[in-house]
């Protein structure tokens, strides 16, 4: 959050409201009308360029030996939310105060539509999150020896049983996401200021995804205020903020807000 670029825009983020819903209506007219307000991109922007998806890259596979389920996430939606805090639109402005308020001033039409909040109600409800995904299941996975431990269990002198509720969590490190993009139009490549624990990964997965060679995407970290795992792979707001440094032409910073960041 301290990199400073010349003549740089900044971003804010629209995010849903809903748990589960369609978008039947996005209206931007006003938005796009108030001071200083540059670009806002949607899902149809990301679109049109011919960006990809994010999907988990973890090598695991269920107990029968397939792999699994990985449905690609779109890093702005445009059809249906998913969950409270997904990301909409993209608002870039001269300020950042400029761009909160455009952001707020986006009028969304959300169709409601049943929400699974428990896990244990999750696996084969009716309301499946990806229609891809049968039952909610995207992975059934087991470690160890099973029999063992179903014949520990039979021979014991006692056995207790327990259920245990894991209260909500979030990592919250010191500095939360932020990023700075930046693109050269004579070279085509990108570059991305960002707090993040490994520059070779990410920068490999954001150029798959924004579908550029791996060396037209350069990610440069310098300290980092903590991570813990959670900085490692790309997000879906570093996409339309890529974006937007390509198609404004200048650079374009955002940072995560710690409310923001927990809902996300």
Excluded at 137 to 150: F, I, M, R
Aim: aromatic share 6%; proline share 7%; hydrophobic share 45%.
């Amino acid at each position: 959050d301290d990199v400073r670029l010349p003549v740089q825009a900044y971003g804010a983020i629209l995010r849903s409201t809903m748990a589960h819903a369609t978008i039947s209506g996005m209206d931007l007219t006003a938005a796009r009308e108030m001071p200083g307000v540059l670009a806002i991109y949607t899902a149809e922007d990301l679109a049109a360029a011919g960006y990809g998806g994010l999907a988990c890259k973890l090598p695991l596979k269920n107990r029968d030996g397939t792999p699994l389920r990985a449905p690609v996430r779109p890093a702005l939606v445009g059809d249906r939310v998913r969950f409270v805090g997904e990301a909409i639109a993209f608002v870039v402005a001269e300020t950042l105060a400029q761009a909160r308020d455009a952001a707020e001033a986006i009028e969304i039409d959300f169709d409601p539509l049943p929400a699974v909040v428990l896990p244990q109600d999750s696996a084969g409800a009716e309301t499946l999150v990806h229609s891809d995904v049968p039952a909610n299941t995207a992975l059934d996975w087991e470690h160890g020896d099973a029999k063992a431990v179903e014949q520990a269990f039979a021979t014991a002198a006692h056995v207790t049983k327990v259920r245990l509720v894991n209260n909500r969590v979030v990592p919250s490190p010191i500095e939360t996401r932020s990023a700075v993009a930046a693109f050269d139009p004579e070279t085509g490549g990108f570059t991305l200021h960002i707090g993040c624990q490994g520059v070779f990964g990410l920068s490999r997965g954001l150029a798959e995804i924004m579908k550029v060679e791996p060396d037209q995407l350069r990610v440069l970290t310098r300290e980092v205020g903590g991570s813990f795992g959670m900085k490692a792979t790309p997000y879906p707001e570093y996409i339309p903020l890529l974006h937007a440094a390509r198609d404004l032409g200048r650079p374009v910073r955002w940072r995560d807000e710690r409310t923001e960041a927990f809902l996300s």
